[in-house]
Nanobody
């Protein structure tokens, strides 16, 4: 059973930095495209960034140039480094995994979410 466990959320000042981590369990990590989504109060969940097994990345326009997604397949972990944080980045951040090969192709999995608050 696939399980995604996020860590690293918290309070950060505007202009500051924060790192998130997501560890995957019960999965062949390299078989999955990994991503981060976020959901602010009263808004829909939106893509933040994604990374494939061959390290191709995709970023949403609001975070491009400020956030960096990376992964370590040996540690079954995906990371999100948030720099130059803005109040608009305040949201619950969710780790996401989408199977890209083998049985269950295309099935998404979600972590429980971690709160990020950008405020002075």
């Amino acid at each position: 059973q696939v399980q995604l466990v996020e860590s690293g959320g918290g309070l950060v000042q505007p202009g500051g930095s924060l790192g998130l981590s997501c560890a995957g369990f019960g999965m062949i990590f390299s078989d999955y495209k990994m991503g981060w989504f976020r959901q602010a109060p009263g808004k829909q969940r939106e893509l933040v960034a994604q990374i494939t097994s061959d390290l191709s990345t995709l970023y949403a326009d609001p975070v491009r140039g400020r956030f960096t997604i990376s992964r370590d397949n040996a540690k079954s972990t995906v990371y999100l480094q948030m720099n130059s944080a803005e109040p608009e980045d305040t949201a619950v951040y969710y780790c996401n995994a989408i199977r890209t090969r083998g049985p269950g192709l295309g099935l998404p999995y979600w972590g429980q979410g971690t709160q990020v608050t950008v405020a002075s």
